[in-house]
């Protein structure tokens, strides 16, 4: 009878403590993430005197946008906080929630988010934060051969999601 109980208690402490670890995890979260290159249209001239007669104020040339978007199970609450792309820190402007499939017709017809039942954000960066997230350990590294990583928080603790390769759209032109 003692045996009985004895695995009964340890089965019991066995199967606690994985849902404590499960429960504790990071929540699954799928990003799509694209750059693609923009040359303005026609510009008078690409360098504009500043308010110092010295002083010019350079227009790029090509400008980078990037689109990411943020799939999670239904039930999830994350509040966007930083992404991590193009070598600096940027805040996040905005995020929308899309439906799927989320589908791009110019320069051509390409499906950027596939059909799903998960909630999806779309990202919008905003300004280069003027003070830049401290990372990890694990996080620097990521920083070194990873394109992109989002950081979010999630039950009032912040988690970072890192992606290995922007895909690269076909640029576009202006008029």
């Known amino acids: 009878m003692d045996t009985i109980f004895y695995k009964m208690k340890w089965s019991f402490l066995v199967i606690s403590f ?7 995890a ?12 923009f040359t303005p249209g026609t510009i008078p001239t690409r360098d504009v005197v500043g308010e110092n007669a010295d002083d010019f104020i350079k227009h790029p040339a090509v400008i980078t946008n990037y689109l990411i978007y943020v799939e999670v199970d239904t ?3 994350i509040t966007p906080s930083a992404v991590w792309v193009g070598g600096k820190w940027d805040t996040v402007a905005a995020k929308n929630i899309i439906k799927t499939p ?3 017709e110019y320069p051509s017809k390409k499906t950027l ?10 990202i919008i960066l905003g300004d280069t ?18 394109e992109l990583i989002f950081a979010y928080w999630w039950n009032g603790k912040r988690y ?3 992606l290995k390769k922007l895909t690269v759209l076909e ?5």
Request: proline share 7%.
């Open 18 to 24: 994985t849902c404590a670890l499960i429960a504790c």
């Open 102 to 104: 989320f589908i791009t």
């Open 26 to 37: 990071q929540p699954k979260i799928i990003i799509h993430a694209y750059s693609q290159q």
């Open 160 to 162: 970072f999601a890192a």
């Open 171 to 175: 640029p576009l032109e202006g008029m």
């Open 113 to 122: 988010v596939p059909a799903t039942s998960k909630k999806v954000y779309e």
């Open 129 to 146: 934060l003027k003070q830049a997230i401290v990372p990890t350990a694990k996080v620097k590294k990521q920083m070194i051969d990873h």
């Open 75 to 77: 039930a999830m609450q």
